[in-house]
């Protein structure tokens, strides 16, 4: 149930993003960008709280891997923004795509089985990816 309540929530705050960031033009990407590491510091220092509350030992330099990471996801946040702001319409299926991507990169690393409901799934979100693209274009 939470990958499927995930993908709606996920779903819903692409839509809203797309909305408010493509169609409606009610921020600009600036003024996004800063509003998603806004939330960000807030959850991470409510993290932080809770954990010390917690007693939970946390030090900074242990904690290279999630350093990285959360390098990477703000990196990631930047190019979201920019590419909802310019043609949402392409750019939401494309990153909801990276579900694809997991399920064939644990095929290749992890030797995950498939079967062949699961290959059609794929084709078919592959062929509404490319239709969307072609739809635009014209």
């Known amino acids: 149930m939470f990958p499927i309540l995930y993908a709606v929530?996920?779903?819903l705050g692409t839509f809203l993003d797309a909305v408010y960031l493509d169609e409606l033009s009610l921020i600009g990407e600036d003024a996004a960008l800063i509003a998603y590491e806004y939330t960000f510091l807030l959850v991470g220092a409510g993290c932080w709280l809770f954990l010390r509350r917690k007693r939970v030992p946390f030090h900074v330099t242990r904690e290279?891997?999630?350093g990285i990471a959360a390098l990477f996801e703000t990196a990631g946040q930047f190019f979201y923004v920019f590419?909802?702001?310019r043609n949402a319409?392409?750019?939401a299926p494309m990153?909801?795509?990276y579900s694809i991507v997991s399920i064939l990169l644990s095929r290749l690393f992890l030797k995950e089985k498939l079967s062949r409901a699961?290959?059609?799934a794929i084709g078919i979100v592959m062929l509404g990816i490319a239709v969307l693209g072609l739809a635009d274009a014209g």
């Open 83 to 85: 590419a909802m702001a």
């Open 95 to 97: 990153i909801a795509s």
């Open 118 to 120: 699961h290959y059609a």
């Open 64 to 66: 290279k891997d999630k």
């Open 9 to 11: 929530i996920d779903g």
């Open 89 to 91: 319409v392409i750019a």
